[in-house]
């Protein structure tokens, strides 16, 4: 299963039937899980804990050093979970000691051909990211999100879960869950059709449209939107989730 052109370091950990391609390289403090399949000409550095059935294709660079230039050689980590999908070329960073010194991804994610995802963000499980989508330092991403080809996100931006991102969106503030961005840069509406093929049941989605309204429809400030959601948020708790985003945002929201 692993090719005999494959270099692989002797302090790093490969689990139980994985499959690694012709002229990949796996660096030292490298822990692959079981059942992944590497394809060729593929770079792992370390530190790195990558998890179980994760399918990495040909000239991704997975674990590297980052692009900041504060960096100066520390021992920073990237921890991967189960079952992602890495395609052709994508980039992945570790973290810097300017944060925790971590760059983590969940599990269940789809990151497509040339994307990026720079030092110190944060991802979910199941989010997608379409082709030469690009990931600033810091970021976060939570789960079932979904980012359209070349969108790109400003450091220390957050995008929340079930958000859809449109293609080329250039993201500079912050996304609530739910809420779907144009490529024009700017919210339009809720993720319907996304929530419904969850499974979201129609009262829900209602909820969830009715707080957007309070958000961006009905002039609000977000202190003052945050006020207004509290009855609704008490009985739906995926409006409870806008209203603690809203309570966490830095950068303030996408308008």
Known sequence: M?????V?????SVGNN???GAFTVIGPDVVIGDDCVIHSHVVIKGPSRIGKGNHIFQFASIGEDCQDKKYAGEPTELIVGDNNVFREC???H???????????IGSGNLFMAYAHVAHDVRIG???IFANNCTLAGHVKVADFAILGGMAALHQFCQIGAHAFVGGGAIILRDLPPFVMLGNDGKPHGINSEGLKRRGFGPETVRAIKQAYRIIYRQGNKVTEAIELLAELAGEHAEVQLMVDFLLTSERGLIR
């Open 94 to 104: 570790r973290g810097t000691i300017q944060d925790e010194g971590k760059t983590i």
């Open 2 to 6: 692993i090719h005999p052109t494959a």
């Open 18 to 20: 994985v499959s690694i």
């Open 90 to 92: 994508v980039t992945v």
């Open 8 to 12: 692989i370091d002797p302090a790093a």
């Open 125 to 127: 499980d199941q989010c």
